[in-house]
């Protein structure tokens, strides 16, 4: 039943445009009260620091010649507090690549930079997820609503590296070499946050895919070249400096890890031992990784087995947060079409479930936190469990178990299945 109700949303054309322009419509309103909280309007001058802010600030450090000191945690510390007077702290971990991408955001006032990154980013993953969901466009926009309010809530970089994600799927079977090197250089930009990549690049090498990996190795390492002349040599050692620091704060649950998705946070916050929640974490980073392989081993279509790549992106690294999960939506999109022949009512509910826990239960939380705060309650973030990892896991779980199992059936998709839906399912609202 609860499958069926979420599903009227793609019932009809008349109720594809309804749902899509009330889940647009409510994101467009969150993207213009944001810019207001950004921006500081009136009683909003004093408020704590959130990711966007960091971008800001680290954006301004590119222009001033000193971005390497970003990476320096004391001293990052003490550019935050006197841009904003903030007391708490946001480590930059970030590849020199975004540094350069963010860089022109600093010409602007922080609200109405904000704005510009915000709606850019929004509208790109919005074309991409429409280019691949076709008619399950406004399901997949209803069932991704808490991962989107969530991303634009903090001002974080995931529709992008979804809107990226989602352009190495349409791009990478492309039987014409223009495809293969368009999905190559869309990798290479995932150098912005390159845990979310680990995925797409195994199921680019097990597929063999030779030209987009050579794309994406050149893409990289040119990037790379213009950074060091950019920011001088010292950018290098600066980044993994901070990279070290930053394990260190997540060993010590200084995160906060009932935001995070993935195993190490959700053992952590069990009581697992650092040592022994890390370990949780490469088992499960290698199982979803095998994932893909047996997606592509058992001859899934090329369009369900990138869709569980899309899921496995955001399970590789401890680092992986809920504002990531808008790469889910695209691997919801592409996985739909196989859920809607082969799953239940009652499999595909809990699937829809299992995205929208992920996708709420850190905006929840926080909520509840800023309340019992505002009680004058002190509450441990470590001992707020970490869902989300448990809600990936059997979502990924499920989801093979449904693809597989059509397999055996003898009712797998052809391997030559494309990507993107045909034209005409593309132009329904």
Not at 3 to 13: C, N, P, V
Not at 194 to 215: D, E, K, S
Request: net charge positive.
């Amino acid at each position: 039943m609860f499958a069926k109700t979420l599903e009227l949303a793609q019932s009809s054309e008349v109720k594809r445009t309804m749902y899509t322009r009330l889940v647009l419509g409510a994101v467009t309103i969150g993207v213009l009260a944001k810019t207001i909280w950004f921006a500081r309007i009136g009683p909003l001058q004093q408020r704590g620091l959130v990711d966007f802010d960091d971008f800001h600030i680290v954006a301004q450090r590119v222009w001033l010649g000193d971005v390497h000191q970003a990476y320096q945690l004391d001293k990052l510390l003490q550019m935050q507090r006197e841009m904003s007077g903030a007391t708490n702290f946001l480590p930059w971990t970030y590849p020199p690549q975004f540094n350069v991408l963010i860089a022109p955001f600093a010409l602007l006032p922080v609200g109405l930079a904000y704005f510009l990154f915000t709606a850019a980013t929004l509208a790109f993953f919005l074309m991409t997820l429409r280019a691949i969901a076709g008619r399950a466009f406004a399901l997949v926009l209803v069932v991704m609503f808490p991962a989107l309010a969530v991303t634009l809530s903090c001002g974080q970089n995931g529709f992008l590296t979804a809107g990226l994600i989602g352009l190495i799927c349409l791009n990478v079977e492309k039987r014409d070499a223009s495809g293969q090197v368009f999905a190559g250089l869309s990798l290479a930009a995932m150098v912005i946050k390159p845990h979310l990549a680990v995925a797409m690049a195994v199921y680019l090498l097990i597929t063999r895919r030779w030209v987009t990996l050579l794309t994406a190795a050149i893409g990289v390492l040119a990037s790379s070249v213009l950074c060091t002349l950019l920011f001088g040599p010292q950018i290098w050692p600066a980044l993994f400096d901070a990279v070290r620091a930053s394990a260190t704060y997540l060993e010590h649950g200084d995160y906060p890890l009932f935001r995070m998705i993935s195993c190490y946070a959700a053992l952590h916050t069990l009581g697992v031992a650092p040592a022994y929640a890390f370990w949780g974490q490469a088992i499960c980073t290698g199982l979803a990784l095998l994932a893909i392989g047996v997606a592509v081993a058992r001859k899934l279509s090329p369009r369900t087995a990138l869709g569980v790549a899309a899921l496995v992106s955001v399970m590789i690294s401890p680092y992986a947060y809920d504002y990531d999960l808008p790469i889910v939506g695209i691997g919801l999109a592409l996985l739909i079409p196989d859920l809607t022949r082969a799953a239940s009512s009652a499999e595909r509910g809990i699937l829809y479930a299992l995205v929208l826990i992920a996708g709420a239960y850190g905006m929840l939380e926080t909520a509840g936190l800023k309340v019992l705060q505002g009680a004058d309650q002190t509450v441990d973030h470590q001992v707020i469990p970490a869902v989300g990892a448990f809600a990936m896991v059997l979502l990924l779980a499920l989801i093979l178990r449904i693809v597989l199992r059509r397999c055996v059936a003898g009712a797998g998709p052809a391997s030559a299945a494309v990507v993107a839906e045909p034209a005409s399912a593309k132009a329904s609202p």
